[in-house]
């Protein structure tokens, strides 16, 4: 009857107050027809679970700026997985090195976007995974 | 599998409840097998909606309330929270935000907040929030917060939800007349003047004082009971100076939310309003299957050749409706 929606929690995990990009990766997913939560700066890895558990996500995103990837990202996995919500699907965005890349998909991320990343990317790699979609529509313009 | 989930979320599992909330938000067939075994376990919570213009401050005062009930109040009670926003006409996404000023209450086992987008519908509300807020009564909330989406309109379907009604308003907005007029005062239950540190605050508080004191029937107010007619005494709204940010004002809204539902169960208003909400309910399951059924047999009906025809001005189009009507009557008698 209805079509399937996709669910998407964007949070910023870590001390770093900057929000921008978070914001704009929002906007792009509502643009695209998802549903977005956006919970705000500061959230703890437990804050994080609770809302995607909450909201029933279908995906976390996480844009994490401060450099703490490496300690942040398995926390909120960890957390993710206590709640229950191993099945979701985990991005991370921010400035990450390359090496750390890897490194962070082996824990289970399941893509990593660099600065400057086209939300289009974004947009097709949500519905590629979630929906089982191999190509998508052009997007509506913002 | 639905009759265990059903089991799952009267137990209190958050996973499960979450899981409810999708499915009966989604329109899916097993939502409507688990809202009728959830159905017998609800009309315990007090379901509350707060409504009232964009930016007003319904997140920041839902959010502190919800803290006061479970950590100030003298007997803490366990709040689910639904919050609407709105879903863009244009790409069918939303932006849901109202968990941003909700952070307070992360890591509490008696509170679960969940957003909703309108989907679509128009009035404030999701077409499944009222579905939504029986899951959360069924598992066991004793209040249910709504928060509508903002709007300066008179949120008709709010009403029609909840027990109690807390109108938001604050000053600076400029639309203070504009609120007079379009009639979202005549549903209020509780009013509230949220940012009370703003200027303004005061004059908009007695402007309101003053509209509710005109509309009220003379020998009707509260001076005027006697104990022996305490059982017709009218309900009249609280005009509430809040300071959400802060918490001031906070524990009156408690205070008239206990005192509202009392007065509604004293009056037979409780059952009222429920037997309103069940009525409109039944009216829209009916319709909205009659609908699917009409959706599905237009075409098979001949649909498009009548549309020709009354292209042609062969007939007209009232009977040509009749024509479809007369059909899907008889399709039903052969069916049934
Ligand atoms: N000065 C002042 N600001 C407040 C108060 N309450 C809320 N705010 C601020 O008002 C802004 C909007 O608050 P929200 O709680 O998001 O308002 P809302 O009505 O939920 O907004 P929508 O859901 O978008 O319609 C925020 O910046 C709040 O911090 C208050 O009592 N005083
Ligand atoms: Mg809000």
Request: hydrophobic share 40%.
């Amino acid at each position: 009857m209805t079509e399937r929606k996709i669910r998407v929690l964007i949070a910023k995990p870590g001390l770093d107050g900057h929000d921008r990009g978070a914001k704009i990766v929002a906007r792009a997913l509502r643009d695209a027809g998802m549903e977005v939560i956006y919970t705000g700066i500061r959230q703890t890895p437990e804050m994080i679970a609770e809302a995607a558990l909450q909201e029933d996500v279908d995906v976390v995103g996480l844009s994490i700026l401060s450099g703490a990837h490496m300690t942040l990202v398995p926390q909120v996995l960890e957390k993710l997985r206590e709640a229950g919500m191993d099945h979701v699907l985990v991005l991370v965005g921010g400035i990450i090195p390359p090496e750390d890349v890897p490194k962070l998909r082996e824990m289970g991320v399941y893509k990593v976007y660099g600065p400057g990343t086209p939300t289009r990317q974004i947009v097709e790699d949500i519905r590629r995974a979630v929906l089982g979609e191999s190509q998508t529509q052009p997007e509506p313009m913002a | 599998m639905s009759r265990d989930l059903a089991q799952r979320v009267l137990q209190g599992e958050r996973r499960a409840l979450a899981r409810a909330l999708s499915l009966v938000e989604n329109d899916a067939p097993e939502g409507e097998a688990l809202l009728e075994a959830l159905f017998p376990h609800t009309g315990r919570a007090h379901l509350v909606g707060f409504t009232g213009p964009p930016g007003v401050g319904k997140s920041t005062l839902v959010a502190r309330l919800a803290r006061y009930f479970r950590r100030e109040a003298p007997s803490p009670r366990t709040v689910g929270i639904l919050a609407v926003d709105p879903t863009s006409p244009f790409t069918g996404g939303a932006l849901l935000g109202d968990r941003i000023r909700m952070r307070d209450l992360a890591g509490d086992p008696g509170v679960f907040i969940r957003s909703m987008a309108s989907r679509g519908a128009v009035g404030g509300l999701a077409r499944n929030t009222a579905a939504a807020a029986q899951v959360l009564d069924a598992a066991g909330f004793d209040l249910v917060f709504i928060e509508t989406v903002g709007a300066g309109q008179a949120e008709v379907e709010i009403a029609r939800l909840a027990h109690t009604v807390v109108v938001v308003q604050a000053p600076g907005l400029g639309d203070e007349i504009q609120a007079l007029k379009a009639g979202i005062l005549e549903i209020a239950d509780i009013l509230v003047v949220n940012k009370a540190d703003r200027p303004g605050a005061q004059q908009l508080a007695r402007t309101l004082e003053n509209w509710l004191g005109r509309r009220t029937p003379k020998g009707e107010g509260p001076d005027d009971a006697s104990p022996a007619s305490a059982s017709n005494t009218p309900w009249i709204p609280p005009v509430l100076l809040v300071t959400a940010t802060q918490g001031e004002g906070i524990p009156q809204i408690a205070q008239s939310l206990k005192e509202h539902a009392a007065h509604l169960k004293r009056t037979g208003a409780w059952q009222e309003r429920e037997r309103r909400r069940f009525e409109s309910e039944l009216r829209e399951r009916v319709l909205l299957t009659f609908w699917r059924r009409w959706e599905t047999r237009a075409k098979q009906l001949g649909l498009s050749q009548l549309l020709e025809r009354i292209l042609k001005r062969e007939i007209s189009p009232q009977r040509a409706a009749e024509t479809l009507l007369r059909q899907m009557w008889s399709d039903q008698e052969t069916k049934g």
